[in-house]
């Protein structure tokens, strides 16, 4: 299998295990290790994470008209029509094509999964040329170069080589939301002018190789899908906001990826690997977010934490709602097999599995869609990315996640600040209170429960404990499998091959030369 990655930086194999007034307790052995669960590594100049879509958004919209020479997009769906700001003139198709318009060396190359535009419901108009992709140098391209029931759900944007965003937001709808998430938000519109309901999420940023890496990853993708290579861009002066503190700089990132296994090729797992490994080296705390907690692997690895008189605690923010009939039965039961299986597992109480809400105007509960892929192991290890907590994302869908370790105490306190700032987020405080308390008791968990008594806040999932199944449905692997179906790879590759074009020919691209 030919890869892209350009290997091990000279990182060390242990990290210091820094106290806050900068004494050395111990070492530790560093979980990232490229090879096993990381496929390439680099040091980003500066890294941040943008809470909520807000956030993402307002970074994005600040950094693309400053572009020179490539802007990669790369995601599940994509949509020209959003606006980054809810009071923005422009939408996203007429602000790329002003930034080409304004730099005759500039060139934006997107690539879709094929079937994302459909999933999410839009019509075949996005599947044909329109005013703001009428341009030589903007290319959007839509690619089914998968196995049959995979889909591709990296997300990720590369600007110049220099700055790239990578999580678990999309650029299109429905994405958009502030912190505060209120049940009601006249700007949290699709472009329809339809509302919808409030989504948590995280993006991380960087800077520097680290950037660099992503937008590897981009163009490795798009070889895949078109045949096209491109070289990196070099020399780019594309600077970090000039208002915006970076929280982390100088900090060791990774990124892990998922592939599937085809007859042709290899597959990738190495975001999973990543994620059990992350797990089993916490000594202290686990916090995560997730759309999905239906991996009964990852549930083996957490119940055996928790049953560890030694092990960490362990705070797990989880979508409550699923939709269509066949999520509903396979996502939401096993999700709810797999709390009652990590419940039974949790003999010192360090446990606590929720889902966010707030008040609506009658009293009722609107629920806060968590739509982020995030864990924090010890504030020294953070994986943000696109891999859900289920099967389909472990080894059939494409996958990127990205990963810091922290390299020092300054780095271990922005971890920290960041898993305080979510804590906060969830149960309507502030971080300052958080780590107040979390100092005063030594607990996360206990923090957590001290704090979640507002109106707004984290809610138990009524789950019986005592009675009831702890394995997944049988059946689970039609509906959420961790691998392609052999009996269909053995379909002629040449199928999938004919679709990838009949999709490239319908393109919303300008003619271009290869390079």
Known sequence: MAVFFRGEREFPVFLADQQPDGRVSQKRETVIRVGVNAADAATADRAAFLIDGKSYFERLEEVLPRAKRTIWIVGWDFNPEIRL???????????????????PDLDVRILVWAMG??????TLRFFRRMPWSDHPRITLKFDLRHPLRACHHQKLVAIDDRIAFLGGMDLTARRWDEPSHDPVNAERVSPEGKPYGPVHDIQAMVEGEAARMVADIARHRWKRATGEAHSPTEDSDLAWPADFEAPLTACRTAVALTEPWTWSRKGRREAIRLTHDALMAARKTIYIETQYLASFGVARTL?????????PEIIAIVTRSSHGFLEKIMMGNNRDRLIRRLKRADRYGRLRVLYPAIPRADGADQEIIIHSKLIIVDDRFVRIGSSNLNYRSEGLDTECDLAIEAGDAAHAAALTRLRHTLMAEHVDADPAEVARLESEGGSMVGTLDRLNVRPRGLRPFDIDVAKGETTSIP?????DPKEPFWPLQTMPRQLGIVASRLFGALSLSGSRPRK
Do not use: F, M, W
């Not at 119940?303 to 092990?311: F, S």
């Open 475 to 479: 059946g689970t692997g039609l509906i």
């Open 85 to 103: 700001h809810p009071g923005s003139t422009l939408q996203l198709g007429e602000l790329l094509r002003r930034c080409v318009d304004a730099n």
């Open 303 to 311: 119940a055996r934490r928790l049953r560890d008189p030694e092990g």
């Open 117 to 122: 535009p459909i999933y999410s419901g839009k």
